[in-house]
């Protein structure tokens, strides 16, 4: 059997390395131009708890604050609530959501237009909640930019200030992602809080 040279092995080893530096470079591309996003699809963990859970305790309620248009200014104006004091967080946050579209009890605008329905929430591990609308708020949404930062952050503002353990707010409409809500802002990310919009 012939031997093999060490210089052909040399040869080998650096052939092996070029490979494997350029697929790193090729994942490394597409990683960066598809963007950091966590899977749509919910760990067992953090799968939405079936409906009808009952509360914690029979009667005992949580004060949670929601967070409203007004027609004087482009701020977002909070509104406290009372809400059943579930066990679970994704069903606290499944009540905020649908207090928020129900709309406002002290005259403020709802950020919805009043079709819209919450489709399904839930919370991974890492503290992003995946909020998933139907298909009215976008085919009925007012539109321009200003309308669209209302929406979103009355969402994320409402979440993110109520429970600890969501931080960011990933927002679908029919199960998907879409790019915007209606041509200004990009939705393919999840956003945290931006409680300057918040009036004083």
Known sequence: MKKISRKKISRKKVAILVVLIAILAILVV????????????????????????????????????????????????????????????????????????????RGYISPFPPETELRELYVTRKGVAYVDFSKEIVDKHLSGSSAEISTIFSVVNSLTYNFSSIEKVFILIEGQERETLGGHINLSRPFLPLYDLIAK
């Not at 309620?61 to 994704?90: G, M, Q």
């Open 30 to 105: 597409i990683f960066f131009k598809s963007g950091i996003r966590e899977r749509i699809i919910p760990p067992p963990s953090a799968l939405p708890a079936e409906p009808g859970i009952q509360p914690a305790e029979p009667g005992e309620t949580i004060k949670i604050v929601l967070f409203f248009l007004s027609e004087e200014d482009t701020y977002l104006h909070p509104e406290e609530r009372e809400i059943p004091a579930y066990s679970s967080v994704v069903h606290q946050a499944k009540r905020a959501i649908g207090e928020l579209i129900k709309g406002s009890q």
